[in-house]
């Protein structure tokens, strides 16, 4: 079955770096991202990789694929205030996305 | 500028009242998408649909109708049927590997 699985919390200090995990169930994934949640607000793209990738580098983001273990990760280097907010990790299979499968989303408090 | 807009940001119902959130994309996307969000869970599929004039069910489709007519525009009803309706109601349009969200919609029952 499909099923994404992210831990629901994670507290950082401003500066220091953020990694937030993601472990999927289906081997099949041919895409895996994060989105970004702000408060009341829709999701918004943050970065994609590709399932035949083990990792992808965007300024402070750095995602990092394990597919034998189906874990994925972000991490945001020198996490700032305005990064506080709920992050979710998708799968994708197929080419019309009717399987975009979410995570509970991984809410980000990032203290002073 | 291209984008996608849900409206209105936050409805109201009575209990027993049918209500449609609008959907709109300028993206010349053909596949659209609504999902519902609760605090703590992921989003959840409610219907979605590949081409104008067809639509497929999701996972949670009970108790809402959406129709497919222009390609720009995907309309959610939530019916008097579905028991639970407060909840975030995102709509999404997708190209090749990308998915876009609207700002969403805060449906409350008074």
């Known amino acids: 079955g499909e099923d994404v699985e992210q831990s629901l919390f994670l507290s950082v200090r401003e500066g220091d770096s953020s990694v937030i995990n993601c472990t999927y169930t289906d081997s099949s994934s041919t895409y895996l991202y994060w989105y970004k949640q702000e408060p009341g607000a829709g999701l918004q793209l943050l970065t994609y990789i590709f399932s035949n990738m083990d990792m992808k580098q965007d300024q402070r983001l750095t995602v990092l694929l394990n597919k034998k273990d189906k874990h994925l990760s972000l991490r945001i280097a020198d996490t700032q205030t305005g990064d506080s907010a709920i992050y979710f990790c998708?799968?994708?299979?197929?080419?019309?996305?009717?399987?975009?499968?979410f995570g509970p989303g991984t809410r980000l408090s990032v203290l002073p | 500028d291209g984008g996608i807009t849900q409206s209105p940001k936050y409805l109201f119902r009575k209990e027993g009242q049918n209500v449609t959130l609008s959907c709109e994309q300028n993206l010349n996307h053909d596949a659209m998408y609504w999902y519902r969000q609760d605090p703590g869970q992921g989003l959840r599929l409610i219907y979605y649909?590949?081409?104008?004039?067809?639509?497929q069910k999701g996972d949670i489709a009970e108790g809402y109708s959406v129709s497919r007519e222009k390609k720009e525009s995907f309309p959610l009803t939530v019916t008097s049927a579905q028991k639970n309706p407060t909840a975030f109601y995102l709509c999404?349009?997708?190209?090749?590997?990308?998915?876009?969200f609207g700002q969403g919609t805060r449906l409350t029952v008074v």
């Open positions: 999404a349009s997708r190209s090749g590997t990308e998915a876009f």
């Open positions: 998708a799968e994708s299979m197929g080419n019309y996305g009717q399987n975009f499968v």
């Open positions: 649909s590949q081409i104008v004039n067809d639509f």
